[in-house]
């Protein structure tokens, strides 16, 4: 049997890291400036971490959710006060496609309604309402595409207003920064705004953290740089620090109802663990603050170095986007194939740092020179 080929990928084998770096099988080195897609939080094989996992599966790694769980109580406790909602929720489950299609079905079976409101250039996940919620045409797949879904452009209050007056809609899905967007940042008007509105019409306000939030953009939520509560927020990616968990933290209004959400492995013994043992170390570690000063170092250097070919360099904390005049594709290559450093990307020509949260002024300026080379290659 072979493998569903969906991925184009690098001819590259990971075998294994540590903190901002990984080496192949081969033996080379690499600085991690992409942190598989945000994921890694506290850096690759915290010796914490791997500690606490390897403790659990020798303990236990897995029974299902018909039987208490303390560590989930645990969780919950620590992620309440890491995080300033003491008083929320939590649901807990997979992915972040699953956290987001769990907040738009609690939404929905809190005003009884059916409409959502997403930015442009949103993407929330690739499960059936996620994905509805995703604007990419690319991978909406007809049987999702039945008009639940509303696209309005980033920062126009005024476009958002208009919609939700006519009483129908839902919820308002928000991420305050775009990841695959661009790294395009929401402004603290528009979600203030948007919070006013959506109170006045009984509409659920839902922030997308998943990727911006835990810690990277400097503040344990992005949203918390702007002034406003969410009613749900989801969370996954740094949550587990690779291992596969998410989140939703849900508003004191939401009453849970016995069999109207559930997961089978959410929230399971080893999962728990992980995400306990990421909160220990971003909280000795104090890699929150750690993603703030050295977010500012790094926007602070790119801006400085006056860089070839870059136009524009906009984020905050450690999720940073650097938007080129030419397309990304042969400048992220030469940074993996010739100067050993991962990179994100979005659309076709922002480049996307979202590397873990232990990353060092060291590592900035190392990083600073591989990119400056490679992209005089390209003046070339």
């Known amino acids: 049997m072979n493998l569903f080929d969906v991925y184009p990928l690098f001819d590259i084998t990971i075998d294994h890291g540590k903190g901002c770096k990984v ?30 996992l390897t403790q659990q599966a020798n303990k236990l790694g897995f029974y299902s959710n018909s039987v208490q769980n303390p560590l989930q109580k645990q969780l919950a406790e620590r992620l309440g006060k890491a995080c300033g909602y003491e008083d929320y929720q939590l649901f807990l489950i997979n992915s972040g496609a699953e956290a987001n299609e769990n907040a738009m079905k609690l939404a929905s079976f809190y005003n009884g309604r059916t409409r959502i409101l997403s930015l442009e250039k ?3 996940g690739r499960t059936s309402l996620a994905v509805e919620a995703t604007a990419n045409p690319k991978i909406i797949a007809p049987i999702n595409a039945n008009g639940h879904v509303t696209y309005l452009p980033l920062n126009d209050l005024d476009a958002w207003t208009a919609e939700i007056e006519k009483g129908d809609v839902c919820a308002c899905i928000v991420e305050c920064i775009q990841g695959v967007g661009g790294i395009r940042m929401v402004s603290s008007e528009f979600l203030q ?31 918390q740089f702007l002034g406003v509560k969410p009613d749900l927020i989801t ?18 209004k939401f009453k849970p109802v016995y069999g109207q959400l559930g997961t089978t492995f959410g929230g399971n013994h080893l999962a728990c663990a992980a995400a306990l ?49 030419i397309p990304y594709k042969e400048v992220r290559n030469r940074l993996v194939k010739e100067l050993h450093c991962f990179t994100g990307c979005s659309g076709t020509n922002v480049l996307r740092l979202l590397p873990p949260l232990c990353l060092s002024k060291a590592e900035v300026d190392d990083f600073i020179q591989r990119l400056k080379k490679a992209l005089e290659m390209e003046k070339e």
């Open 23 to 52: 080496w192949d099988d081969k033996g080379q080195e690499y600085l991690d400036l992409y942190g598989g897609h945000a994921v890694i939080s506290i850096g690759h094989c915290h010796p914490h971490y791997v500690e606490a």
């Open 122 to 124: 949103a993407f929330h």
């Open 193 to 223: 705004g948007l919070r006013k509105v959506c109170d006045k019409y009984n509409t659920v306000l839902i922030c997308d953290e998943i990727q911006c939030g835990y810690g990277r953009s400097g503040k344990f939520f992005a949203h």
């Open 235 to 252: 969370v996954a990616k740094g949550i587990g620090n690779g291992f596969p968990m998410a989140a939703v933290l849900i508003s004191p």
């Open 277 to 325: 043992a990421v909160l220990d170390v971003m909280e000795s570690e104090h890699l929150v603050e750690n993603a703030a000063e050295v977010g500012d170092y790094l926007i602070n250097q790119l801006k400085a170095a006056h860089l070839p070919h870059v136009i524009d360099v906009r984020g905050r904390g450690l999720m940073i986007g650097v938007e080129l005049d």
